[in-house]
T-cell receptor, first 114, second 113 residues
Framework: AQSVTQLGSHVSVSEGALVLLRCNYS??????LFWYVQYPNQGLQLLLK??????LVKGINGFEAEFKKSETSFHLTKPSAHMSDAAEYFC????????????FGAGTRLAVHP | DAGVTQSPTHLIKTRGQHVTLRCSPI?????VSWYQQVLGQGPQFIFQ???????GRGNFPDRFSARQFPNYSSELNVNALLLGDSALYLC????????????FGSGTQLSVL
């Protein structure tokens, strides 16, 4: 069964610093991988997705992620954090049977301080 | 264009009661999925409906049921509520039956007392 592990439930960075949110997955077949962001009292917004094309995926708001099959990782990065990046971030993988559902990690709460 | 709309936004129920949550997908989207997000956890898949047929069901008890109407809107029903059912219930819609591009609503926050 697929699973997603997000290392670090809370990450704190200074404004302007590098953001690195870690995600590892387990899947028996090549998955589709996603990063979603959730702001307080809101639903999930898609940041970026990997669907077996380029391994380096660029998303919205300056975020990008790199798919590394050998490491089963899909870490999310942003070169320079902004205060508005403070939110909860979820990594997700599609189910292998039918690709009709997402399996989410537990989430990482990103705090950005001045 | 309107996004995915869910109603109500907040709901308070007591144990043993029944609840109905509603979701309207983006116009033209034929698939609706439901996810439960317990505080401090990632969303968990409950159901997917595509073209009014159930296409997937997560590991939830039979107290949870759903349906999709001819206009592609959907209802999630939960019977005999337990304290552990307190969560944010998210609805997502997509054009096709795959989860490659889901659009999520803002959710219904259910509190069971």
């Amino acid at each position: 069964a697929q699973s997603v592990t997000q290392l670090g439930s809370h990450v704190s960075v200074s404004e302007g610093a590098l953001v690195l949110l870690r995600c590892n997955y387990s899947s028996s077949v090549p998955p589709y991988l996603f990063w979603y962001v959730q702001y307080p009292n809101q639903g999930l917004q898609l940041l970026l997705k990997y669907t077996s094309a380029a391994t380096l995926v660029k998303g919205i708001n300056g975020f990008e992620a790199e798919f590394k099959k050998s490491e089963t990782s899909f870490h999310l990065t942003k070169p320079s954090a902004h205060m508005s990046d403070a939110a909860e971030y979820f990594c997700a993988v599609t189910s292998s049977g039918g690709y009709n559902k997402l399996i989410f990690g537990a989430g990482t709460r990103l705090a950005v301080h001045p | 264009d309107a996004g995915v709309t869910q109603s109500p936004t907040h709901l308070i129920k007591t144990r043993g009661q029944h609840v109905t949550l509603r979701c309207s997908p983006i116009s033209g989207h034929k698939s609706v999925s439901w996810y439960q997000q317990v505080l401090g956890q990632g969303p968990q898949f409950i159901f997917q409906y595509y073209e009014k047929e159930e296409r997937g069901r997560g590991n939830f008890p039979d107290r949870f049921s759903a349906r999709q109407f001819p206009n592609y809107s959907s209802e999630l029903n939960v019977n005999a509520l337990l304290l552990g059912d307190s969560a944010l219930y998210l609805c997502a819609s997509s054009l096709g039956d795959r989860a490659e591009k889901l659009f999520f609503g803002s959710g219904t926050q259910l509190s069971v007392l």
